[in-house]
């Protein structure tokens, strides 16, 4: 199983040897990532990353979605600060 975060890009150019790479945002902290998957990404879309490497596009509302279910997440791991349960 793998995790993808999504991301909006922000910046897009070619690397040394001609592969896009992008600036993109998770919430804030901003990572590089290659975006070689996804040829037809443009800045302010949104994509879902996993190590480093964009895999698909999805719409800004899927996006949000996620990222209202990981503040909830975050939000029940600091209300049992003991992790039990």
Known sequence: M??????EVLSIEQNAVGIAMGRVS??????EVCL?????VQVGDYVIVHA??????????EA???FEMLEQMSALADAD???DG
Request: include cysteine.
């Open 81 to 83: 600060p003991e992790g």
């Open 26 to 31: 998770f919430g804030g902290v901003v990572r």
């Open 2 to 7: 793998c995790l993808g975060i999504p991301g």
């Open 64 to 66: 949000k979605e996620v």
């Open 36 to 40: 070689a998957y996804v040829p037809d």
């Open 52 to 61: 480093g490497f964009a895999l698909n596009k999805l719409n800004e509302e």
